[in-house]
Nanobody
Framework: QVQLVESGGGLVQTGGSLKLSCTASRLTFSNYAMAWFRQAPGKEREFVAAIARWRGDTTDYTDSVKGRFTISRDNAKNTVYLQMSSLKPEDTALYYC?????????????????WGQGTQVTVSS
C-alpha cells in the first residue's frame, strides 16, 4: 500500500535549523499536492506548509512559519522536504507529511488522503 515516511526530526536549540524529508512509495508522486502538518501535545493538528503537484510552482505557509520554513519537492526522488530555520520552542511538535491526490493546496487535514507516521521536532530554549 501507499507509504509516506518522514525523517530528519531531532533536538535542536532555539535559532537552529533542521531539514525534514518525506519519501513516498507506491503512488505517482507528481500527481499529489503535498503538505506538512504538526501536532503538539494537547493541541490539534496544525497546517504548516503545502506545495502544489507537478512542478510545485505554488506553495503556501501558515503565518507563524513564513520566512523561516521552506517546502520543496523532488519528484524524481518521490520526496518532499521542509527546511526549517530560526527554530523556536513553539515549533516543537510531531511533524507529519500528507498527500492530496490531484487537489490544490489546502490547509485542511481532511483534504489529504495519505499520511506518514510523523517525525518529532524538539526545540530547546
Amino acid at each position: 500500500q501507499v507509504q509516506l515516511v518522514e525523517s530528519g526530526g531531532g533536538l535542536v536549540q532555539t535559532g537552529g535549523s533542521l531539514k525534514l524529508s518525506c519519501t513516498a512509495s507506491r503512488l505517482t508522486f507528481s500527481n499529489y499536492a503535498m503538505a506538512w502538518f504538526r501536532q503538539a501535545p494537547g493541541k490539534e493538528r496544525e497546517f504548516v506548509a503545502a506545495i502544489a503537484r507537478w512542478r510545485g510552482d505554488t506553495t503556501d505557509y501558515t503565518d507563524s512559519v513564513k520566512g523561516r520554513f521552506t517546502i520543496s519537492r523532488d519528484n524524481a526522488k518521490n520526496t518532499v522536504y521542509l527546511q526549517m530555520s530560526s527554530l523556536k520552542p513553539e515549533d516543537t511538535a510531531l511533524y507529519y507529511c500528507a498527500g492530496r491526490y490531484y487537489g490544490g493546496l489546502s490547509m485542511l487535514p481532511q483534504d489529504y488522503l495519505y499520511w506518514g507516521q510523523g517525525t518529532q521536532v524538539t526545540v530547546s530554549s
